[in-house]
């Protein structure tokens, strides 16, 4: 069983991580600063449970844009992989290669899985200011869907209304 | 952020396509795609569970397309509602049973030309059908449907709830899909 004690919880600070996106580019999380990210943590290019929520949260990226949200899919598999895996499932976001040093970002969430050597299937949902809302760590095997995300983001558009005037615009 | 996931939104009303007793003590629904593989399987599974469960069962089917995977399936599914606006709940299985039927006959067989030729076949005027996937007449309906599905915490296609809670189990299997039935009747 996933040991849900550890995976960074609401209200910590997502710790910043800069990784290859495609073999020469790579997506750096603090560039997304001033509008939420969904971090979607998986365990492999390629198994057929985890092209299910790929390919999901691929047909449900417009709701994701809505709240002007960007959605990055995290795993260890390498760029040359997740090129071929995002072609050929007509992915529309990026995939992140947490290879080198292995699963370094996902042990920062604490989502590692140390036996397997994979990460777990985790998802973050963090703010505009880089602070985690909302984290959900679901049994390796259990596509958890979209419905959490797009809870988390509406609270978070909620907050964004009934505070400062400075946040969102 | 307080509901649990995986749970039923909206409840099943009579906007739905239902099969079976409204009293029945077990309501099953199913998020399905017409051009999704895994849903065909699933069709030539639920007759059997259906039956073995007889009138205490009730099932929904809600739509659930993968646009992006599968090309034809939003068409597929405004055809169905076209043709259930034109004559009805028993067309509308008609239609649903002749696309799940033919989904294998080939990469076209569920293109306009032939979605337009089953309605016929499940009783529908075909030119009302053409006229409704040109316009995009039951775009949003089938829209609609999806979303219910994403806030429902459907997973992929197909997804089935079971009295309103996603079900994990085994859906390939007659006798633990059946089983699922049976204890969510008592």
Partial sequence: ?169 | MTTQQGTLRPAVSVEDHVLGPADAPVTLVEYGDFQCPHCARAHRVLPKVLKRLGDRTRFVFRHFPLGESHPDAIHAAEASESVAAQVGEEGFWRMHDLMYDHQRDGDDSLDDAHLIRYAGQAGADPSTVALDLAADTYEQAVKSSFMSGVRSGVNGTPTFFINGRRFEGDWTSVDAFAAALESAAT
């Fill in chain 1, 1 to 169: 069983m996933p040991n849900a004690s550890k995976i960074l919880q609401p209200g910590t600070p997502a710790p910043d991580f800069s990784l290859p996106v495609t073999p020469d580019q790579r997506v750096t999380l603090s560039d997304f600063r001033g509008r939420p990210v969904v971090l979607a943590f998986y365990p492999a290019d390629w198994s057929p449970v985890c092209g299910d929520q790929m390919v999901l949260y691929n047909e449900v990226l417009s709701e994701f844009h809505k709240h002007h949200a960007e959605l990055l899919g995290i795993s260890v598999d390498g760029p040359w992989c997740h090129g071929a895996f995002a072609a050929q499932r007509k992915l529309h976001f990026p995939l992140l290669a947490d290879f080198e040093p292995k699963g370094a970002v996902a042990r920062q969430y604490g989502v590692y899985r140390e036996h397997e050597g994979t990460t777990e299937r985790a998802l973050f949902v963090i703010d505009g200011e880089g602070v985690i809302r909302w984290s959900y760590l679901s049994p390796v095997g259990v596509n958890p869907g979209a419905d959490g995300i797009l809870e988390a983001l509406e609270s978070i558009d909620a907050r964004a209304h009934a505070g400062s005037p400075s946040d969102g615009a």
